[in-house]
T-cell receptor, first 117, second 111 residues
């Protein structure tokens, strides 16, 4: 079964709205979670690494003030797209890696399709 | 040059065919190699994971890594229509967090 849950799965909203996406690890505590963005027919691009209890680490070119990340607990990270515009429409996917398994691969959520009108 | 190169396809094969999917990479520091399957509008699902050169088999799937050539492959035997999806290779260095993905190959298995 799924080990990472993402909510909502699809959101449509008006330009200028802020949207919050949640990512939960279901059966393990994740000190680190990852947020990716995927445009149609393109690969996943890492946006930021979310660290529990500290600031997120953003990849080059990703606006920190635009994409707010909060990792307040060991099982929940949130991504807020602030003042969203049509160009922010994309598929946002989170992932987490169980700390029990060291370098084992990340488990991904089912993604959130964001459509900004 | 991209760190990971993958033919985007689409690749169309008849049911029962053997499918070969490939990626090349440029950074010799990469140590861990994964293949993910992604259905439309879903997150990637881990299929295979390996960290050494050679073959690793799991059911109908075989992952192959050739570190000397910086080349990785995924073979699917007896392909089924349910295998139709996008297949992503992903690589990372030990101790790091960042996964580097290929662009994904879209596979269609036809009846």
């Amino acid at each position: 079964g799924a080990v990472v849950s993402q909510h909502p799965s699809w959101v449509i909203c008006k330009s200028g709205t802020s949207v919050k996406i949640e990512c939960r690890s279901l059966d393990f505590q994740a000190t680190t979670m990852f947020w990716y963005r995927q445009f149609p027919k393109q690969s996943l691009m890492l946006m930021a690494t979310s660290n529990e209890g500290s600031k997120a680490t953003y990849e080059q070119g990703v606006e920190k003030d635009k994409f707010l990340i909060n990792h307040a607990s060991l099982t929940l990270s949130t991504l807020t797209v602030t003042s969203a515009h049509p160009e922010d429409s994309s598929f946002y996917i989170c992932s987490a890696r169980s700390p029990r398994t060291g370098n084992q691969p990340q488990h991904f959520g089912d993604g959130t399709r964001l459509s900004i009108l | 040059q991209k760190e990971v190169e993958q033919d985007p396809g689409p690749l169309s094969v008849p049911e029962g065919a053997i499918v070969s999917l490939n990626c090349t990479y440029s950074n010799s520091a990469f140590q861990y190699f994964m293949w993910y399957r992604q259905y439309s509008r879903k997150g990637p699902e881990l299929l295979m994971y390996t960290y050494s050169s050679g073959n690793k088999e799991d059911g109908r799937f075989t992952a192959q890594v050739d570190k000397s050539s910086k080349y990785i492959s995924l073979f699917i035997r007896d392909s089924q229509p349910s295998d139709s999806a996008t297949y992503l290779c992903a690589i990372f260095t030990g101790g790091g967090n960042k996964l580097t993905f290929g662009t994904g190959t879209q596979l269609k298995v036809e009846l």
